[in-house]
């Protein structure tokens, strides 16, 4: 089994003897993590060197840090050491410089194995493009769960630095990877910040580097949401209030660390396209749902708990992010420091996160144990936050209904088709993913309007939606284009399957009746996603093929 002891350095005399009182030596695969919250940097070569002289055979990572995680306790410009003794897994190493290139190739050579499963990466905070990087190296590696984070400097934005034994650098990274056919490994993450206000499109962008959104200035769009005082002190000023995007399937905040001219720098990237909103802590689900979220991770073989949390949830939640410390804490000994961007990695993507706590679990056993969720008395929020809080939530979600939703038959409404069809495109060409289209047009609703009136009209577009909605599956999209006009997203489909779905909805349709109207009826025009599509042209495809299907008698489909 693996063991990890934290020592709160504070001269070499107490670190030679914490090495010895710990039997540290005894053990041949040794990872040691320093956080250094400190500003005096050079110290940083004593305290490697002193390792190194004590444990020739363990592997050094050292990071600067914007405050410092121990065994769910948090420090403010301290050193914490950590040392991970393993059993039954080879440790490699390395410092790496970023240059013209990340020199992935290279990186994989030195470290990887057939059976590493595990990453520990730190990362300079300011001056490297760390996201592309990720990126990069988890696509060289993707079955490699790769954890860690980008360095911090007490929140001065100044300078960072990563360092081993051998060398320091405010622009590269110190990597560790783990390997073993016995280590178990599981990441997860924690946000719960909610979305809040307008979304805005991102117009002008480069890689870190956000000029635009919706074709405002960035300093501008701040300026306005957040006020003139905020802009007088960014970055810092606004990390509690991050912008958040949608990537893939994960909720990734974005906060700045520099102020360039107009422009601002973030800890992780944006595309043109991007689609993003401000946001504020959802501090019900912060404080009242960790108990749960301890029951799923207790089932999880834990050793060691790697912890990599935002420097702004810190500054937000203060003392109460002890109760999320503690709850890793509980699974097993942790540690961890404050960081400017926090590394996640799926089997699918790897992406620098914002405002979140990620963390690694690690262990040398299948054996799970006896865990027991310890209690942190860290006072509460004010009530009356708390208060705000959750009325700001619910008013969000409300108005977020009312814009993306048709009021009339609560099917999503075009903008929202517009912003959905545009990310499945995207989706679809990256990945290769199958969806089809299909727009269907109610036969003679205006003799409906005209003969029987609006009201009656409006129960046949409810009625006509609710088949719609009842028989697709759950992750299709249904919407109402506009007056008699319908849309639907079908994923995974093929030919046959949009005509077997067509054919069961006009079965269903027939069904309705609506007082004195015996039948009704619905024109569709279908069609599959192309690799060459945008939406436009995905759109005039199924609108041609309807336009046909009406014209040639109604009640009926064409596929084009």
């Known amino acids: 089994m693996m063991q990890l002891y934290n020592l709160l350095y504070e001269n070499e005399t107490g670190l030679q003897r914490f090495i010895q009182t710990h039997e540290i030596s005894s053990y041949s695969n040794i990872l040691v993590q320093i956080f250094y919250g400190i500003d005096n940097i050079d110290n940083s070569s004593i305290i490697t060197q002193t390792i190194k002289t004590l444990l020739p055979q363990s592997h050094i990572l050292g990071i600067t840090t914007s405050g410092e995680i121990a065994n769910a306790h948090m420090y403010d410009k301290k050193i914490v050491i950590s040392f991970s003794l393993f059993e039954k897994t080879r440790i490699a190493s390395q410092l790496y410089r970023f240059e013209d290139s990340f020199e992935i190739e290279k990186i994989h050579q030195d470290l990887i194995a057939d059976d590493t499963v595990a990453m520990v990466v730190f990362s300079d905070g300011l001056k490297s493009d760390a996201e592309s990087f990720i990126k990069e190296l988890h696509t060289k590696n993707p079955k490699i769960i790769i954890a860690g984070g980008r360095a911090g400097d007490n929140a001065q934005f100044a300078s960072t630095y990563v360092f081993n034994e051998k060398d320091?650098?405010?622009?590269?990274?110190?990597?560790?990877?783990?390997?073993?056919?016995?280590?178990?490994?599981?990441?997860?993450?924690?946000?719960?910040?909610?979305?809040?206000?307008?979304?805005?499109?991102?117009?002008?962008?480069?890689?870190?580097?956000?000029?635009?959104?919706?074709?405002?200035?960035?300093?501008?769009?701040?300026?306005?949401?957040?006020?003139?005082?905020?802009?007088?002190?960014?970055?810092?000023?606004?990390?509690?209030?991050?912008?958040?995007?949608?990537?893939?399937?994960?909720?990734?905040?974005?906060?700045?660390?520099?102020?360039?001219?107009?422009?601002?720098?973030?800890?992780?990237?944006?595309e043109v396209g991007d689609v993003v909103r401000f946001s504020f802590a959802n501090i019900e689900d912060l404080t009242d749902n960790l108990g749960d979220y301890f029951q799923t991770l207790m089932h999880y073989p834990a050793e060691a708990v790697y912890v990599y949390?935002?420097?702004?949830?810190?500054?937000?939640?203060?003392?109460?992010?002890?109760?999320?410390?503690?709850?890793?804490?509980?699974?097993?000994?942790?540690?961890?420091?404050?960081?400017?961007?926090?590394?996640?990695?799926?089997?699918?993507?790897?992406e620098i996160l914002n405002v979140?706590?990620?963390?690694?679990?690690?262990?040398?056993?299948?054996?799970?144990?006896?865990?027991?969720?310890?209690?942190?008395?860290?006072?509460?929020?004010?009530?009356?936050?708390?208060?705000?809080?959750?009325?700001?939530?619910?008013?969000?979600?409300?108005?977020?209904?009312?814009?993306?939703?048709?009021?009339?038959?609560?099917?999503?409404?075009?903008?929202?088709?517009?912003?959905?069809?545009?990310?499945?495109?995207?989706?679809?060409?990256?990945?290769?993913?199958?969806?089809?289209?299909?727009?269907?047009?109610?036969?003679?609703?205006?003799?409906?309007?005209?003969?029987?009136?609006?009201?009656?009209?409006?129960?046949?577009?409810?009625?006509?939606?609710?088949?719609?909605?009842?028989?697709?599956?759950?992750?299709?999209?249904?919407?109402?284009?506009?007056?008699?006009?319908?849309?639907?997203?079908?994923?995974?489909?093929?030919?046959?399957?949009?005509?077997?779905?067509?054919?069961?909805?006009?079965?269903?349709?027939?069904?309705?009746?609506?007082?004195?109207?015996?039948?009704?009826?619905?024109?569709?025009?279908?069609?599959?996603?192309?690799?060459?599509?945008?939406?436009?042209?995905?759109?005039?495809?199924?609108?041609t093929a309807l336009y046909i299907a009406k014209q040639t008698g109604r009640d009926r489909y064409i596929f084009k």
């Not at 910040?193 to 499109?201: A, Q, R, V």
């Not at 054919?503 to 009746?513: D, N, P």
């Open 168 to 270: 320091i650098t405010q622009k590269g990274c110190v990597i560790a990877t783990l390997s073993s056919k016995s280590l178990y490994v599981h990441n997860d993450y924690m946000l719960n910040w909610t979305p809040i206000g307008k979304e805005m499109l991102v117009t002008k962008a480069e890689g870190n580097v956000l000029y635009e959104l919706d074709h405002i200035p960035i300093i501008d769009v701040y300026r306005k949401y957040l006020g003139d005082d905020v802009v007088k002190d960014l970055p810092r000023s606004c990390m509690s209030f991050p912008l958040i995007l949608q990537k893939e399937s994960v909720c990734v905040a974005r906060d700045p660390v520099q102020v360039r001219g107009e422009a601002m720098v973030y800890a992780g990237n944006f």
């Open 309 to 350: 949390s935002c420097t702004a949830r810190k500054a937000l939640l203060e003392e109460k992010l002890l109760d999320e410390l503690s709850v890793l804490e509980s699974l097993a000994p942790s540690v961890g420091f404050f960081t400017y961007g926090e590394f996640f990695q799926s089997q699918k993507f790897a």
């Open 356 to 543: 979140t706590t990620t963390f690694m679990m690690l262990s040398e056993s299948k054996n799970t144990g006896q865990k027991v969720l310890k209690e942190i008395k860290a006072g509460d929020f004010d009530p009356i936050k708390k208060a705000l809080t959750h009325l700001v939530k619910v008013t969000t979600q409300e108005l977020e209904h009312l814009s993306t939703h048709d009021v009339l038959t609560t099917l999503y409404n075009r903008n929202e088709y517009l912003k959905v069809i545009n990310k499945k495109i995207k989706s679809a060409k990256r990945y290769g993913e199958d969806f089809g289209l299909i727009v269907i047009d109610l036969d003679h609703f205006k003799l409906v309007n005209d003969t029987y009136g609006h009201n009656t009209g409006d129960k046949v577009l409810v009625a006509f939606a609710n088949v719609l909605k009842n028989n697709v599956r759950e992750d299709d999209f249904v919407g109402r284009w506009g007056g008699e006009e319908f849309i639907i997203i079908v994923n995974h489909a093929t030919k046959s399957g949009l005509e077997a779905l067509v054919k069961k909805l006009q079965r269903e349709v027939a069904k309705i009746h609506i007082g004195p109207i015996d039948k009704i009826s619905a024109s569709y025009g279908i069609t599959m996603f192309k690799p060459q599509d945008t939406d436009e042209s995905l759109f005039k495809r199924a609108d």
